[in-house]
């Protein structure tokens, strides 16, 4: 318990009460790190009359520092973006901030709050390509962050070793987070409610090619880049965008009326539902080149706000005219997918983009009449 009576002045003149900055500063120095309510008592006596009020607020104290660089596929800071803006977006806390990148590739943000974070390269021509996902536990003070740099996007990321190439779907160095704080529990998960793993899809065709990432060890991030020639006369490009999550498989597919008996079961009771789980996994995506900016090839968002079919999977599928744009050359689409297994290492997830060479559209729509993927992404 604070007294505020040591912090605030009295004004006779109009019987008012104020706090200075530097008092305001001591006693938020006092209160506990994390998200909790504050109940903020005012009482007085004088001359036989009394005066109280009270007043709640949540408060939301940080100390966590995170700070990050940019890094290219080999693994040296690229410099040739200094000056540009980082973004930092936190899910439930819907915390925003905004660092700069200094000639050396790095940023930092102060004070950040206990999240799940996307953390992305401000950029209006590849939106979302260099992204990463990570948690900030309730104890961590010091956060370390790697975002690297896909190739294909046309950005001199400066390394010595640019000539070096590597296999379409793979990046050499890999995004990563480090923090001092712990996580939580690990989950006991029952064998019999794992699922077997999935068949791993060709990557490679004449008229196909599959990019994808598969976030297993916990808390690492797991980006591959999209790297697909279209050649000169092709009419149509298909996509298909899939988020495959095992945690999804421990939740039961409820019907309307299950979930009408819950809620008067919950009702009846009084009893609160179970929490969401704070720490759920993510997923995200960039499908750069196409030529139709209407479509939105690019998001992402945390596994448990989606919806699922009974194999655990989300799925996007559309057809885009590419005719104009490969009637005199061939088409380069670049991007990333990306993945973070949150919280536990046995239920890992998977982001896949599947591009495929000539497919049929459907008479009913076209390519303009597309919605943002992660509004529109239903079970197929």
Known sequence: MVKLKDFWSFNPEDSSLSISGPAMQQILGMLPKGDFALALNLSSRANGKSFTANYYTRVKKADARLSGKLLSQQGDPVSSLAGRKILLEGIHTQMRAVAVLDANGAFAFERVLPDVYFLTLSDLDYPNAIRTSFPIYEDSTQVQVSMVVPPGLGVDTGAKTATKQT???????????????????????????????????????????????????????????????????????????????????????????????????????????????????????????????????????????????????????????????????????????????????????????????ECRKPKSSSAKSGRPLDQAIRPA
């Open 167 to 357: 296999p379409p779907g793979s990046l050499d160095a890999r995004s990563s987070v480090t923090q001092d704080g712990k996580g939580p529990t690990a989950r006991s998960i029952p064998a019999t409610k794992r699922s077997a793993p999935s068949a791993p899809l060709s990557a490679e065709g004449v008229n196909r090619a599959v990019f994808s990432a598969t976030a297993v060890e916990q808390d690492q991030p797991v980006n591959k880049k999209i790297d697909f020639k279209v050649p000169a006369g092709t009419e149509s490009v298909g996509v298909k965008i899939t988020v495959f999550s095992e945690e999804s498989l421990l939740n039961p597919i409820l019907s309307a009326s299950e979930v009408e008996q819950l809620i008067k079961k919950y009702e009846q009771s009084r009893e609160s539902p179970p929490a969401k789980k704070k720490y759920s996994d993510s997923w995200s995506y960039s499908v750069v080149g196409l030529p139709d900016t209407d479509i939105q090839l690019s998001a992402s968002g945390l596994a448990n706000k989606l919806e699922y079919d009974a194999q655990g999977r989300m799925t996007k599928t559309m057809c885009v005219d590419v005719a104009k744009q490969t009637k005199n050359a061939a088409l380069n689409i670049s991007g990333s997918v990306g993945a973070t297994n949150i919280g536990d290492k046995l239920l890992p997830i998977t982001t896949t983009v599947e591009l495929t060479l």
